[in-house]
C-alpha cells in the first residue's frame, strides 16, 4: 500500500526542505511557501532581525552574499509534536560584507542548533544559536580570550 506524501505532510521534511532550498541553493521564492508571513526569528547574533517572510528573505540574501558558497548540512534531526530541532555545520568563504566586516576570503566551519515551530504545514517561530566568536577566530578577525591552567600541587 503506498502512502500519498504531500511535500509538507512531515514537519522534518519542511524543515530539511527549507535548509537546502532555501538556505543553500538561494531559492527564495520557497520561503513563502515554507514559512508563515509573520514568523519571528530569534538569533542572538541578529537582535535586531524582525519577525516576517520579507525579512527572513534579507537575511538569507545578506548572510549568502557575504559566504556565496554557504552550505548547511544537517548532523541530526529531532521532531516533537509540532518542533524540529536541528544540529548543523554550515562552511563557506568570506567573500563579501558581512556583519560590517570586509572579506577575509577565509573559509570558515561553524556548528549550530535551531529550532523551528511548524503549524498547518508552515514554519511559524524559528530559534537559532550558533558561535560567532567561533566565526570570526576562523576569520582572523577576532581571538577567544585564553584561560590560564591552573598549575596542580
Known sequence: MTTDRSPCSDNKQLVHR???????LGKFESIREMVADNCPIHDPVF????????????????????????????????????????????RGTHRSLFLGLQPTNRSATVTGTSIFK??????????????????????GIAMAPKVEEKART
Open 47 to 90: 537582535p535586531s532581525l524582525a519577525p516576517g517572510v520579507q525579512n527572513l528573505m534579507r537575511h538569507i540574501i545578506t548572510c549568502r552574499n557575504g559566504f556565496p558558497d554557504l552550505n548547511f548540512s544537517v548532523d541530526d534531526t529531532i521532531a516533537e509534536r509540532d518542533e524540529v530541532v536541528l544540529h548543523w555545520t554550515a
Open 118 to 139: 511548524v503549524e498547518d504545514c508552515k514554519i511559524v517561530e524559528q530559534w537559532a544559536d550558533w558561535n560567532l566568536l567561533s566565526l570570526l577566530e576562523q576569520l
Open 18 to 24: 527549507f535548509m537546502d532550498e532555501c538556505w543553500n
